[in-house]
């Protein structure tokens, strides 16, 4: 299976910053529009950075100026550069991808969508 593993999270002061990186596994052929989500405790899960295939972007209002979703195609990775945190960034964070198109064992290219990482703790302390 495609698998998409996140990491970087973390415990960090208010006002701190922390870079996460979400990875998917195995051979890749391509990825569609990437994004991360984040959910704390008693709360809906919530988008926060998109960002496509050819790199248009888009933030929740509420982390737009400190946060930037990037990606590189290459390392079928896409990252979260997290800047100015706050407590109320804590949550769990949820790497999504609409789409990815891998090799399958004989060769052939198949789609798999709505692929979800296992998340990563994000803290932020005050």
């Known amino acids: 299976q495609v698998q998409l593993v996140e990491s970087g999270g973390g415990v960090v002061q208010a006002g701190g910053s922390l870079k996460l990186s979400c990875a998917a596994s195995?051979?890749?052929?391509?990825?569609?529009?990437m994004g991360w989500h984040r959910q704390a405790p008693g709360n809906q899960r919530e988008l926060v950075a998109r960002?496509?295939?050819?790199?248009?972007?888009n933030y929740a209002e509420s982390v737009k100026g400190r946060f930037a979703i990037s990606r590189d195609n290459a390392k079928n990775t896409v990252y979260l550069q997290m800047n100015s945190l706050k407590p109320e960034d804590t949550a769990v964070y949820y790497c999504?991808?609409?789409?990815?198109?891998?090799?399958?064992?004989?060769?052939?290219?198949?789609?798999?969508?709505?692929?979800w990482g296992q998340g990563t703790q994000v803290t932020v302390s005050s």
């Open positions: 999504n991808a609409d789409r990815v198109t891998y090799y399958s064992s004989n060769g052939n290219l198949r789609d798999l969508y709505d692929r």
């Open positions: 960002i496509t295939s050819g790199g248009s972007t």
């Open positions: 195995r051979s890749i052929f391509s990825i569609g529009a």
